[in-house]
């Protein structure tokens, strides 16, 4: 039921930094737990960052963690993933979702289809 939609993504040099945005429509945002996830070419998509419904708890994958930082902005039903330091593995087309929970890292149960996200790409 809601919609989501990715910007933001670029190609960058190693050490920049990017901000991603996920515009909401549909549903009630500021009733859910979000999250970001990447996927890099021939590799699963994994849980980058996690925020609760009303921003006050977040959670971060180890890979991430002390260089992304997870934000939301419910008046404006948008989801933010600031990236500092960025590496050549952190390459991959990033999508946000709907979480079951936040400690779930995992998409909700009625979350659809992956859309097309958008892409990162960190160069050396």
């Known amino acids: 039921q809601v919609q989501l939609v990715e910007s933001g993504g670029g190609l960058v040099q190693a050490g920049d930094s990017l901000r991603l945005s996920c515009a909401a429509s549909?549903?009630?945002?500021?009733?859910?737990?979000m999250g970001w996830f990447r996927q890099a070419p021939g590799k699963e998509r994994e849980f980058v960052a996690g925020?609760?419904?009303?921003?006050?708890?977040?959670s971060y994958a180890d890979s991430v963690k002390g260089r992304f930082t997870i934000s939301r902005t419910n008046a404006k039903n948008t989801l933010y993933l600031q990236m500092n330091s960025l590496k050549p593995e952190d390459t991959a087309v990033y999508s946000c979702?709907?979480?079951?929970?936040?400690?779930?890292?995992?998409?909700?149960?009625?979350?659809?289809?992956w859309g097309q996200g958008t892409q990162v790409t960190v160069s050396s």
């Open positions: 549909g549903g009630t945002f500021s009733s859910y737990a």
């Open positions: 925020i609760s419904s009303n921003g006050g708890a977040t």
């Open positions: 979702a709907v979480l079951y929970s936040l400690s779930s890292r995992r998409p909700a149960g009625s979350f659809g289809s």
